[in-house]
């Protein structure tokens, strides 16, 4: 079984920035890559960031030169930071890591953006 927890987000404000951050513990073999995802209200959930085993990286267009979405093999844990945030991305960000063993999420952590 493998956990996600997540921690960081909270309330901002437009053009702020906020930190996330996501360890995995349990049995975390063979992980394919690590990453973020956004549901908004009335939205269906949205790729943000993605980070391989190998460190290649894979951002949403909409958040490309804005979020720096990192991975510390070591500890497997993925950061994403965000900057220059905009109100339309107040969303649940979940993290998720995608395993031979399947695909596993956090519990979603909600992000404010105040205009």
């Known amino acids: 079984q493998v956990q996600l927890v997540e921690s960081g987000g909270g309330l901002v404000q437009a053009g702020g920035s906020l930190r996330l951050s996501c360890a995995a513990s349990?049995?975390?073999?063979?992980?394919?890559?690590m990453g973020w995802f956004r549901q908004a209200p009335g939205k269906q959930r949205e790729l943000v960031a993605a980070i391989t085993s190998s460190n290649r990286t894979n951002y949403s267009d909409s958040v490309k030169g804005r979020f720096t979405n990192s991975r510390y093999n070591a500890k497997d844990t993925v950061t994403l930071q965000m900057n220059s945030l905009k109100p339309g991305e107040a969303a649940v960000y979940y993290c998720?890591?995608?395993?031979?063993?399947?695909?596993?999420w956090g519990q979603g952590t909600k992000d404010t953006v105040a205009s």
């Open positions: 349990g049995r975390t073999l063979s992980i394919y890559a």
């Open positions: 998720n890591i995608a395993m031979m063993s399947g695909n596993f």
